[in-house]
């Protein structure tokens, strides 16, 4: 049960048409087990669209890497960018999983926040 709120730079249509694939899959299908899940189509690095997803009352927040950039660097760049975005939210107290794509990058995460990594 509960909700899950999806914050992507994709078409919202797209996402759902992904997620309905998904659970009417002909491999046995995925199980919400009665999960709501909500789409939002917008920037994550910006944080009047993370506010948008009532980011400040989330329980939990994965920060997912992007998958259509090549180098590792930049994408993990561009994480730590989410996490500074996520910083600048007063009062969130969700805890937060960033994916990165090079493990020596984790330690920027830890450096910019702390609190947050």
């Known amino acids: 049960g509960g909700s899950v709120v999806v914050l992507a730079e994709e078409e919202k249509a797209d996402m759902e048409q ?10 046995g299908g995925l199980d919400l087990k009665g999960t709501v899940v909500i789409f939002r189509s917008g920037n994550p690095l910006l944080e009047h669209e993370l506010h948008k997803v009532s ?34 939210i007063e009062g969130m107290i969700a805890h937060v999983v960033v994916e990165m794509q090079d493990v020596d990058n984790r330690e920027l995460v830890n450096m910019v926040a702390p609190e947050i990594a």
């Open 18 to 27: 992904a997620l309905r694939a998904a659970v009417e899959s002909k491999d």
């Open 55 to 88: 980011v400040k009352t989330a329980r939990a927040i994965i920060a997912l890497s992007p998958d259509d950039m090549n180098d590792p660097d930049e994408a993990d760049s561009r994480m730590v960018r989410q996490v500074l975005s996520l910083k600048g």
